[in-house]
């Protein structure tokens, strides 16, 4: 089966810019989760989704982070303005169903790099 | 508080030496824990589960409840177990149910 997708791979902004980032679950998957992966640390989650709607966003910094998946499919994670804090790796993983027990599959991450 | 917790940045071994990665943990209740891994180049992925005491590429884990531990162990370590390897735990709180990851330990097994 096709696994995760995530893009762009890498990108670079100035801080106060703007930047989206998009991922396409593993088919059937309902439960999408978004990480910040600051370097040397661990995948930190920011959201979770259980089909369109949200399950946890306790952790996402709203003042300029959001994130949606309309359809229950695709999700979008933007960042609006930017700081230098936010250079990490952003993963998107999906499994199927909201039990954090259950297998996470995740994609390749978008590195973003602030200036 | 709820963590976990990887005290080693690196580990660097010869191969066909043992190795023991080191996860300790902080859960009020019973744990069910787990081993992500990260191949240089690829996607961060499952490598074992506690609860089903399987043995994938050769390593194992066994849960130490007394001491809070989950290590994760080879007796032989091969070069292509250089890898990031992320200690995780299963936490749930209300509506907030989620996996918390360690800092993660890379594994760096020299010829």
């Known amino acids: 089966e096709a696994g995760v997708a995530q893009s762009p791979r890498y990108k670079i902004i100035e801080k106060r810019q703007s930047v989206a980032f998009w991922c396409n679950p593993i088919?059937?998957?309902?439960?999408l989760y978004w990480y910040q992966q600051i370097l040397g640390q661990g995948p930190k989650l920011l959201i979770q989704f259980q089909n369109n709607g949200v399950v946890d966003d306790s952790q996402l910094p709203k003042d300029r982070f959001s994130a949606e998946r309309l359809k229950g499919v695709d999700s979008t994670l933007k960042i609006q303005p930017a700081k230098l804090e936010d250079s990490a790796v952003y993963l998107c993983?999906?499994?199927?169903?909201?039990?954090?027990?259950?297998?996470?599959?995740f994609g390749p991450g978008t590195r973003l790099t602030v200036l | 508080a709820q963590r976990v917790t990887q005290p080693e940045k690196l580990l660097s071994v010869f191969k066909g030496a043992p190795v023991e990665l080191k996860c300790n943990y902080s859960y009020s209740g019973s744990p069910e824990l787990f081993w992500y891994v990260q191949y240089s180049r690829q996607r961060l992925q499952l490598l074992l589960r506690?609860?089903s005491r399987e043995s994938i590429k050769g390593f194992t884990a066994d849960l130490n409840k007394g001491e809070t531990s989950f290590h994760l162990k080879k007796p032989f370590a091969q070069e292509e177990d250089s890898a990031m390897y992320y200690c995780?735990?299963?936490?749930?709180?209300?509506?907030?149910?989620?996996?918390?990851f360690g800092t993660g330990t890379l594994l760096a097994v020299q010829p």
């Open positions: 995780a735990l299963p936490v749930y709180g209300g509506a907030t149910n989620k996996l918390i």
């Open positions: 088919s059937g998957h309902a439960t």
């Open positions: 506690h609860i």
């Open positions: 993983a999906s499994s199927s169903s909201p039990d954090p027990t259950d297998t996470q599959y």
